[in-house]
Nanobody
Framework: QVQLVESGGGLVQAGGSLRLSCAAS????????MGWYRQAPGKQRELVAQ???????NYADSVKGRFTISRDNAKNTVYLQMNSLKPEDTAVYYC???????????????WGQGTQVTVSS
């Protein structure tokens, strides 16, 4: 089983920055994709950014040039540096990991509990 613990959310003014972190723990065997999704009130959950083992990244058009995703494989941790934040970035941000565990060789998707990001205008 894999557990994800997120941190770094909060309240910030428009134009400000926040850095989210997500640490994966448990009986991890291998991690493929690590990423961040977000869900604003009344909207569907959407992909913000993801990074695949090997370093290939993918971003939502709405955050390109403002957000940067990175990972530390030694720490099983993924980061999301968010700059030039806008009120429309306000949402609950969820960490997402695709991994295999020691007890299950099947690739499974795991979710964090979510962290609130609020950007005031």
């Amino acid at each position: 089983q894999v557990q994800l613990v997120e941190s770094g959310g909060g309240l910030v003014q428009a134009g400000g920055s926040l850095r989210l972190s997500c640490a994966a723990s448990g009986s991890i065997f291998s991690i493929n994709t690590m990423g961040w999704y977000r869900q604003a009130p009344g909207k569907q959950r959407e992909l913000v950014a993801q990074i695949i083992s090997g370093g290939i990244t993918n971003y939502a058009d709405s955050v390109k040039g403002r957000f940067t995703i990175s990972r530390d494989n030694a720490k099983n941790t993924v980061y999301l540096q968010m700059n030039s934040l806008k009120p429309e970035d306000t949402a609950v941000y969820y960490c997402n990991v695709v991994a295999t565990s020691g007890s299950n060789p099947v690739w499974l998707r795991y979710w964090g509990q979510g962290t609130q990001v609020t950007v005031s205008s």
